[in-house]
């Protein structure tokens, strides 16, 4: 199992150019295509509200900030991933919600930033990571803003026996095949149970051995040491 294709929703925000070369990066790695999507309302509820009163001169201003975001976007992009071959863009005038979800089939793996409000440019910030995992039906990576790669080296799963846990392991199959360490850390009346072995079978049949446990230790007693 790997990624064939990775996708990252942008903006002109400041975090938008991180969550790319990030994006793109893991592409690379995994020789995948990376497809990039912006999205934008020009009337949009964060800036107007509901029931403002909206002109023909305000929405010929809106509409041509929108026209002129757009392209500022695509221009970086393009601009990022000059050397690569296999990205490629798709935008419309949108929520950026909506479009992302629609976009979604197409990728094995969508990456985005944490939630925050700091600024109305930052347009895909602006939603929550939680919604997305509830909507898109495929895997989502939530980088910190800046976060221009990630290493794979040690990976911690963080086990309980359930369906969600289960899933988590399956969409992240590719990432735990090319960490140099899986650390699988089981709290609470999960610890020791069968599911937890079952789950060394599982990864080491997808050839992933390097495997440590850590389980939680007895009352009073000290936690184990890495």
């Known amino acids: 199992m790997t990624l064939a294709s990775v996708m990252v929703p942008l903006d002109p925000g400041p975090y938008t150019i991180s969550r790319l070369n990030l994006a793109q990066s893991l592409a690379k790695r995994f020789k995948a295509r990376l497809l990039g999507i912006a999205a934008r309302e020009a009337l949009t509820m964060q800036l107007y509200g509901r ?42 005038h949108a929520d950026p919600f909506t479009f992302l979800v629609s976009q979604a089939s197409s990728a094995d793996l969508i990456v985005v930033n944490r939630y925050h409000e700091e600024s109305l440019h930052d347009w895909c910030c602006r939603i929550d990571p939680g919604e997305l995992i509830l909507h898109l039906g495929r895997p989502v990576l939530v980088a910190p803003p800046f976060v221009n ?22 969409d992240g199959l590719p990432f735990l095949k090319e960490a140099e360490e ?32 850590v389980r939680p230790a007895p009352r009073g007693g000290s936690l184990p040491k890495s």
């Open 51 to 92: 029931g403002a009163y909206i002109n023909e001169r305000v929405a010929i201003t809106a509409t041509d900030s929108l026209v002129e975001e757009m392209v500022q976007v695509e221009t970086e992009f393009r601009r990022a991933t000059s050397d690569f071959g296999r990205a490629h863009w798709r935008s419309a």
């Open 182 to 213: 899986v650390i699988i850390a089981t709290v609470g009346g999960e610890a020791g149970s069968d599911g937890q072995h079952q789950l060394n079978e599982y990864l080491a049949e997808h050839g992933i051995t390097r495997i440590r446990q």
């Open 149 to 170: 790669e990630i290493a794979l080296q040690r990976i911690v799963i963080a086990w309980k026996d359930t369906r969600e846990a289960r899933r988590a392991v399956r």
